[in-house]
């Protein structure tokens, strides 16, 4: 059963700094996504990552992939406000349940003046 | 225009009653799936449909019926509504059935069991 962990699932920061969320998944897959939810919304595409070293950025976001060791990571450069939403990555299974998408827990982000 | 829209937005019943929610994609898509998302935000897929046809049928109860008449369209009954139901239900979409494109969300049903 394909497990999709991100950590942290909570986090505080301030205006200006940087920092990561990382988004671990347990079986093999070369599909990759990361959704941004604010609160009481829909669910807005970030990111597509489909190829091991898959690299994509928009403004001060930039994604990640490493499939060999099954890790993405989401990092946030010079945090503003406006990125204040939970974000979920969320992992496309292979084989028979194909185009099945098991998503994390999801990082609560609170970007504080 | 709205791609993938949902209605109603807001569901509130009893328990024990029946109740439906549409989903609706002017995309083209092929590929349409019904999310759960529970009260930690914790989202998990229900069912997909590829052509109006069931392809995913993850483990949910059988009150809950997926019904598609078009590719377009893919909607949702719930039987009988237990507490444990409330919920906000997605309806999304994608290209094709393993599209390497994003799944493009609806606004979602916010659905609660009195």
């Known amino acids: 059963e394909l497990k999709v962990e991100q950590n942290p699932l909570f986090l505080s920061m301030q205006e200006g700094k940087n920092y990561t969320i990382y988004c671990n998944y347990s079986?093999?897959?070369?599909?990759l996504y990361w959704y941004r939810q604010d609160p009481g919304k829909s669910l807005e595409s970030l990111f597509v990552l489909l190829s091991n070293g898959a690299v994509k950025q928009e403004g001060r976001l930039m994604a990640s992939l490493d499939t060999k060791a099954r890790l993405s990571t989401l990092h946030i450069t010079a945090a503003v406000h406006d990125l204040s939403a939970t974000y979920f990555c969320?992992?496309?299974?292979?084989?028979?349940?194909?185009?099945?998408?098991?998503f994390g827990k999801g990082t609560k982000l609170s970007v504080k003046p | 225009d709205t791609a993938v829209s949902q209605t109603p937005k807001y569901l509130v019943t009893q328990m024990g009653n029946d109740k439906s929610i549409k989903c609706e994609q002017n995309?083209?898509?092929?590929?349409m799936y019904w999310y759960k998302q529970d009260s930690k935000k914790f989202l998990k897929i229900m069912f997909s449909y590829n052509n109006k046809e069931l392809i995913i049928n993850e483990t949910v109860p059988n009150r809950f019926s997926p019904k598609s008449p078009d590719k377009a369209h893919l909607n949702l009954h719930i039987n009988s509504l237990e507490l444990g139901d409330s919920a906000v239900y997605f309806c999304?979409?994608?290209?094709?059935?393993?599209?390497?494109?994003?799944?493009?969300f609806g606004d979602g049903t916010r659905l609660s069991i009195l």
């Open positions: 995309l083209g898509h092929d590929t």
């Open positions: 079986t093999t897959s070369d599909r």
């Open positions: 999304a979409s994608s290209a094709v059935v393993n599209s390497n494109q994003p799944q493009h």
């Open positions: 969320a992992v496309m299974l292979r084989g028979g349940s194909q185009g099945n998408l098991i």
